[in-house]
């Protein structure tokens, strides 16, 4: 594995320049929408806990990145490639936010949520996984998975090891951070070409382990034999 040491440092200064100019802005008056719990509902049919087939937990996420991404979903810079079967499900899923301040209410709303233990999924070297993080990612993503908004780059410490893996294969194949409009996306496809998936792995297990979401005790996991109601 090699990389340039100057070629991070520039990506992060196209980053910051990016982040000034998007202004990110984080909703702190309290909004009234009467329709929240309606709204809220129509996203936690897939973002709810029930079962393993099913979109990402976004409680606890940054709101500005929350933000971020709806909004992608809604101009089809996310979500709009129907091979990419379960970005294209969450295209279909945005399709009932009309407003940006329906947008601002729900990123608000995730983010405030608090997070839940998760189940470990991904196994890998630890010690590698510190390694390869800390001199591939932290420079973006911070040395403890804070995330950096100026650099437009989340937190990861978040995320389901599942998830977290399925999106790292994604940025390297070109499944997500493809569209030209996309910067931040661009940006995290690039850091991860020659990445192999034992390196990711690697990379995950230390992340979760590290700074992630607690780990689900056995005996709470929820074995349920009903199927939550899906659109798909
Ligand atoms: C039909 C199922 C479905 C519905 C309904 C849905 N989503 Fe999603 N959502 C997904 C899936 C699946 C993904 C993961 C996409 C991927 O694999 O790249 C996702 C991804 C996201 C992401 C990106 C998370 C990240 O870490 O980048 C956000 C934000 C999001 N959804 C918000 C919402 C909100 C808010 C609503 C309600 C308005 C909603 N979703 C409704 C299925 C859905
Ligand atoms: C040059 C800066 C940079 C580097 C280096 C970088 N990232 Fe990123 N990363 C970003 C940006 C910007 C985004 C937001 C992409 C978007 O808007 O879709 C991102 C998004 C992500 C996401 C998606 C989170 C979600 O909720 O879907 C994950 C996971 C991630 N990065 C992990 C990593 C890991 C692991 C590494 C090291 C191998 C890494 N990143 C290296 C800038 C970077």
Redesign the pocket.
Known sequence: MRSSPVFPLFVSLLLFALGACKQIKTVSDPLSLDNVDE??A??V???GVQEAQ???I?NG?DSW??RD??DK?RTGI??ANPD?R??H??G???R??KTDLEVAY??NW?ASQPSQPAIRTIKGDLQRGEELYQSRCASCHGNEGQGESHLIS?SLTH?EGW?FY??MR?FREGH?GYDPRDEGGRVMAASVQNLSDSDLRDIIAYCVESFGLEEIEKSNRIISSERSP???
Request: net charge positive; proline share 7%.
């Open positions: 709204l809220v129509g996203c049919v897939c973002h099913r979109g990402p976004l996420m990145y929350l991404q709806m979903f996310r979500g990419n379960s970005e499900l969450m279909v899923g945005i009932n936010i729900l990123a995730f989340p995320l998830y399925q999106q994604k997500r899906k659109p798909f």
